[in-house]
């Protein structure tokens, strides 16, 4: 599958008060800018149209667009972050989904849905229940994605990740990354896993963009697995983003 575009925004400077769980020290608006357009410009050298919306001070944590909605071939979908300052961030995309697909439609009924807690398959899209993501939000999305035509699976996301997919990636050609506890939690039946080296976690998020997989810098071990495995791999610093718990997806979404 080939993304031809990607949504992103600007972190404000507000993100020094973005949502941790552990607290590591506050990230700058600057700083982290700067890292974004790194990653901006990786997106466009895989290939991709980048929209980068305005950076938001009344949403700390709304440079994480991967939250508040979900993206495919047939139209985009708003969704409801399950977190008091997030859950009006899918109000805000609203716009840019519009401006990018014929159809969009919001999350039916008044269930709670981090689009982090998504991971897109090949046969199958698995939504992971965690503190953000309730039963309703995530048996309401299985349900829309089901008339839409896809495969839909709800799974307990393991206790202490924040979402779904900060254990976990989609490498391509069928092939996951995912930590130690993910893989063993038996989501992935019998799917080609490459296992995070120890004391690396935090790699476990990456992205497939087109030709390279997007790789968080300072994870030697972790890049070299993903090159063992064949792919190719381009490194970015997400040294901001971690310190309040965002990783390379939840800055944008590709589509
Ligand atoms: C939050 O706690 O919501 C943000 N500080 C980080 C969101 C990271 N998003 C993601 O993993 N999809």
Redesign the pocket.
């Known amino acids: 599958y080939r993304f031809t575009h990607a949504i992103t925004r600007k972190p404000a400077d507000s993100v020094a008060t ?4 552990v607290d590591t020290g506050d990230p700058s608006g600057d700083a982290f800018r700067a890292e974004h357009e790194l990653y901006v410009k990786a997106l466009q050298d895989a290939g991709l149209t980048v929209d980068v919306l305005p950076q938001l001070e009344s949403y ?2 709304s440079c ?1 667009v ?2 508040p909605a979900f993206c495919l071939p047939e139209g985009a979908i708003q969704l409801r ?1 399950g ?1 008091a300052s ?1 859950e009006g961030e899918g109000k805000e995309i609203r716009a840019a989904l519009d401006a990018r697909f014929d159809k969009v439609v919001e999350l039916p009924g008044s269930g709670y849905v ?4 998504i991971l897109m398959l090949d046969d199958v899209i698995l939504i992971g229940l965690s503190a ?1 993501t309730n039963r309703e939000g995530a048996d309401a999305f299985a349900q829309l994605l089901k008339e839409w035509g896809y495969n839909a699976e709800v799974c307990e996301t393991p206790e202490g990740v ?2 779904f ?2 254990a976990c990636s989609t490498l391509g050609e069928g092939v996951i990354l995912a930590t130690e506890v993910m893989a063993k939690s038996g989501f992935f039946g019998e799917r080609k896993v490459v296992v995070v080296p120890d004391g690396e976690d935090y790699a476990a ?1 990456v992205i497939r963009v087109n030709a390279v997989v997007l790789v968080p810098e300072g994870y030697p071990k972790t890049l070299a697995a993903i090159e063992a495995a064949g792919f190719k791999t381009v490194v970015l610093p997400t040294h901001e ?1 971690r310190k ?4 390379l ?2 800055l944008s979404l590709r589509f």
Do not use: I, M, Q, Y
Request: proline share 7%; hydrophobic share 20%; glycine share 18%.
């Open positions: 973005g949502l941790r769980a700390p944590d994480f991967e939250d972050p977190t997030r981090d689009g982090g807690d953000r924040l979402h997919k900060t998020n983003a309040v718990d965002g990783g997806s939840c």
